[in-house]
């Protein structure tokens, strides 16, 4: 039997297949020529596509499919689920009268906070994509939803991870009270069920159309961040991944939910697990301010991680720092500069370090569980010198990740949805 993951990312649509022993069997990728107008009519032709071009024997023995989607990308769509307003994109900054109006309402710890949250973007689009004989609104969905409910040929449904920046309760796995205030008909709100668990199988119609086994399970999925976190295999309490791209993000698997919205702090459940994390404004862009990618590629071979420096460096590229510190006049502190590049690198790196190592420190201080293994993501990942002054910095084991494909990761939420009775 074989398992689809599908990543709908900023990019473009990649699927990944997997057989009974999580191993990748096949994946294609249709990229997108323009990411800044992405339609629900565009995602759907590249999942179609991918679909329909699968290879007979996976075709053929297809068990589950699972979708991830970029957070906080919503639309409202009909009863036959068909759009009924624009998407609005993850990315999308028109609802901040939305946002400031939500902030009064909204317990501190509610995911649903800002301009990027999809209930704030469910209010935008109430507001200035009204209802109309052709445009009747029945189901605010996000752009994972949309397509799994597509494929099951039921809309209405969604997943605890993309429903939390619309408002919804992990702790108590249910929508608010306080929702009620905010004057939308709240039956445009899905039925929400856990990460993983299935929300049917694939419609008679549908499996016609793409070639598919009628038993296809739907699997139901997660957002794209939470995705490429599964993909590299952490599962444990315990099991952190710090992803070194422009910024520095830390995750890590714990036994309770932990808020600290001050920080940007909060908290998505897995099963019974909760995955916590947070994101300081410091990382690889840090670099790229100061070396080319090419000068930084020749300096690595030169550092020297057993012999650190400790300069105590603050690496930003600006004031102010939300997370591990939450201080929005924190200042950069790259001095003194050694006269040596390979040096002057080495000391970014440790402070970069420093702030992984002080970022765990405080969610253990939170409340986290202490992280027994850290899974690293990112370009930074294959810098083999910075890899060994963290652990030394971190005093914990740095593994290399299964894959860092969030397609990935959804394949391994179908794969696991197993024999588990669809709702």
Not at 344 to 360: M, R, S, V
């Amino acid at each position: 039997m074989y398992y689809i993951g599908i990543d709908l990312g900023t990019s473009g649509c990649r699927l990944i297949s997997i057989n009974q022993h999580e191993e990748i069997v096949y994946q294609s990728k249709i990229s997108y020529s323009n990411t800044d107008r992405q339609t629900p009519a565009l995602w759907w032709k590249s999942v179609k596509q991918l679909l329909q071009s699968l290879p007979k024997d996976i075709a053929t023995q297809l068990a589950a499919i699972s979708i991830d989607g970029t957070s906080g990308t919503l639309l409202l769509c009909n009863a036959e689920g068909k759009p009924s307003s624009e998407a609005l994109m993850y990315n999308d900054s028109r609802a901040a009268q939305q946002a400031k109006e939500l902030a009064s309402i909204l317990p501190k710890n509610s995911g649903a906070h800002g301009m990027g949250s999809s209930l704030s973007k469910l209010l935008y689009l109430l507001k200035n994509q009204p209802v109309s004989a052709q445009s009747v609104h029945r189901y605010a969905l996000h752009q994972a939803d949309w397509i799994a409910n597509r494929l099951l040929g039921q809309f209405g449904w969604s997943d605890e991870n993309n429903c939390l920046k619309l408002g919804y309760d992990p702790v108590l796995r249910q929508w608010p009270d306080y929702l009620s205030r905010l004057n939308f008909p709240l039956q445009l709100l899905p039925k929400v069920i856990e990460v993983g668990q299935c929300f049917g199988t694939i419609s008679a119609a549908m499996a016609k159309q793409l070639h598919l086994p009628t038993q296809t399970k739907i699997v139901a999925g997660t957002s794209d961040s939470i995705a490429a976190f599964i993909a590299t295999g952490a599962k444990e309490i315990g099991d952190a991944v710090t992803s070194l791209g422009s910024t520095l993000t830390i995750k890590i698997l714990t036994q309770k939910p932990i808020y600290a919205p001050e920080m940007g702090i909060y908290s998505h459940r897995l099963g019974n697990q909760w995955l916590v994390g947070g994101a300081s404004n410091t990382g690889g862009a840090v670099l790229l301010a100061h070396f080319e990618p090419t000068h930084l590629d020749e300096l690595s071979q030169q550092l020297k991680p057993k012999q650190l420096l400790n300069l105590n460096y603050y690496p930003l590229l600006k004031q102010g720092e939300r997370f591990p510190i939450a201080d929005p006049n924190k200042q950069a502190v790259i001095s003194p500069r050694p006269k040596q590049d390979s040096q002057f690198l080495q000391a970014l790196l440790e402070g970069i370090a420093d702030i992984e190592a002080q970022a765990y420190q405080c969610l253990n201080h939170l409340g986290a569980d202490t992280p027994k293994l850290v899974y690293t993501v990112g370009g930074g990942h294959r810098n083999i010198a910075w890899t060994i002054l963290r652990a030394d910095k971190l005093g914990i084991a740095i593994q290399t990740p299964l894959n860092n494909e969030a397609a990935y990761g959804v394949a391994l939420l179908a794969k696991r949805a197993g024999t588990k009775t669809c709702v």
